[in-house]
C-alpha cells in the first residue's frame, strides 16, 4: 500500500492546454511536496505546501488537508513542461517524505 | 551559486566491490537526506543526516548500506560489497534546518551506479 497516490499515471496534452495533475494521500502531514524531475533525471523543487494555495508563474499548487488532497495545475502548457512530476508528503510524525510514482507528462507542440 | 553538487555522477562497480556516494549540500545547509529510485520505481527515503548525526536512518537497509555527515566534508553514502539489485539512482537533498517540518529539500543531479 502507498501512503501517497498520484493520478494520472501518465498524461499527454496538446500546448497551450491546461492541465491538472492530482496527489491523494492517506496520513496526516505537516508539509506536502511538488517536484519535477526531467528526462535527463534530475530533480527540482517546485513547491511546498502545508496549507492554502502557491503559485509561481504558470504553476499553481493547491491542498486540501481535510480531504487529504493535493492538485499542481499548469496553465498555458508548454511542451518544455514535459517531464515527471511527483508529490512527497512528510508525515506529523517521522523525518522522511513519502513519494508517489510519478505523473509523466508529454506536451505537443 | 552553488547547489546540491553529487559526484560521481556515474559509477560502475563489479559485483563485491565498494561504491561511495558524495553529497555537498548546499552552503550553510546542515541537514541532508538520502533516496533512492529504482529503475521504473518512484524515490524511496533513504536515511537524514544532520551534522555528524544520524537522524533517521529508518529507510536503509541494516546490512551493507552506511550513511555519515562528518563537521567538515560531504556526506556520503557508502554501500560495501554492492549487488545488481543495488543498481539505481541515489540523489541527496539539503534543507537548511530551521524550520525543518515545512522546508523545501534542494536536489542534487543524483548519481546514477551501475552494478556490472
Known amino acids: 500500500k502507498n501512503e501517497v497516490e498520484q493520478s494520472p499515471q501518465n498524461l499527454t496534452a496538446q500546448e497551450g492546454e491546461f492541465i491538472t495533475i492530482n496527489c491523494s494521500y492517506s496520513?496526516?502531514?505537516?508539509?506536502l511536496h511538488w517536484l519535477q524531475q526531467h528526462p535527463g533525471g534530475g530533480i527540482v523543487s517546485l513547491f511546498m505546501?502545508?496549507?492554502g494555495k502557491k503559485k509561481h508563474g504558470r504553476l499553481i499548487a493547491t491542498i486540501n488537508i481535510q480531504e487529504k488532497h493535493s492538485s499542481l495545475h499548469i496553465t498555458a502548457s508548454h511542451p518544455r513542461d514535459s517531464a515527471v512530476y511527483i508529490c512527497?508528503?512528510?508525515?506529523?510524525?517521522?523525518?522522511?517524505?513519502?513519494f508517489g510514482t510519478g505523473t509523466s507528462l508529454t506536451v505537443i507542440p | 551559486n552553488a547547489g546540491v553538487m553529487q559526484n560521481p555522477r556515474h559509477l560502475v562497480r563489479r559485483r563485491g566491490q565498494e561504491a561511495r556516494l558524495r553529497c555537498s549540500p548546499v552552503?550553510?545547509?546542515?541537514?541532508v537526506y538520502w533516496y533512492r529510485q529504482l529503475p521504473e520505481e518512484g524515490l524511496k527515503f533513504m536515511v537524514y543526516?544532520?551534522?555528524?548525526?544520524?537522524?533517521?536512518e529508518s529507510g536503509m537497509p541494516k546490512e551493507r548500506f552506511s550513511a555519515e555527515f562528518p563537521k567538515e566534508g560531504p556526506s556520503i553514502l557508502r554501500i560495501q560489497q554492492v549487488v545488481r539489485g543495488d543498481s539505481a539512482a541515489y540523489f541527496c537533498?539539503?534543507?537548511?534546518?530551521?524550520?525543518?517540518?515545512?522546508?523545501?529539500?534542494?536536489f542534487g543531479p543524483g548519481t546514477r551506479l551501475l552494478v556490472l
Open positions: 505546501l502545508s496549507s
Open positions: 496520513v496526516g502531514i505537516s508539509a
Open positions: 537533498a539539503s534543507s537548511p534546518g530551521f524550520l525543518i517540518y515545512q522546508e523545501t529539500q534542494y
Open positions: 512527497a508528503v512528510r508525515p506529523n510524525t517521522g523525518n522522511q517524505f513519502y
Open positions: 552552503k550553510g545547509h546542515s541537514h
Open positions: 543526516l544532520q551534522k555528524e548525526n544520524i537522524i533517521d
